[in-house]
């Protein structure tokens, strides 16, 4: 068992057109702290730096005053540079870089309201098909004169729903706060919490 901390600065540009279409550029880097424990009753935690830049291109359409349907598809790819570290046991780890290719086809159904600020600005429902084209990395442990090598290889598809709200401070910001979960995915993630502050300029 075990958890992760991840923290990050992203840096956005959009292009957006009255016709509804659209397109966003994401770059971002952060690091991964991450801990667990073995079945072996050993501990281990590390960190990871990693950066990521993604393209999505998507549309817009009301469904009437209320409702709106936007279809996406997205292209990120991640980069995870490796961390060597010693487990409470004194096993020594050595983590190689990574990398990955995700794709993301979605949709997200929002109900939007005409709010004054402070006020929720639309609520969302959200759904996506996620397939990882690179995804992989390779680790070593060593344990006295044991070692062992293994790779794991993360080219996988899995679903991603979540739900989700933005709330209105002024015209150039927004608060934004979601929750994800994830299905059919090697490796699962039960909740996932995002938040944060958009500014516009």
Known sequence: MGNQKATAVSFYGTNLRDSGHYVDIVARIGKILSEYDSSY??????????????????????????????????????????????????????????DSLVGRLGFVVSREYDSPANKPHRVYFKASLMHDFLGGTTSQITDGSKSFTGQDKRRDTWVVVGLGTDIRFADNRQFYFDVERTFGADIQTKYRFNTGLRVAF
Do not use: C
């Open 41 to 98: 009753t050993d501990h281990g935690s590390f960190g990871n730096w990693g950066t990521t830049v993604s393209a999505e291109y998507g549309r817009k359409q009301m469904m009437n005053e209320d409702w709106s349907i936007e279809t996406q598809g997205q292209l990120t790819y991640s980069y995870l540079w490796g961390d060597d570290y010693t487990t409470r046991n004194g096993a020594k780890v050595h983590q190689d870089n990574a």
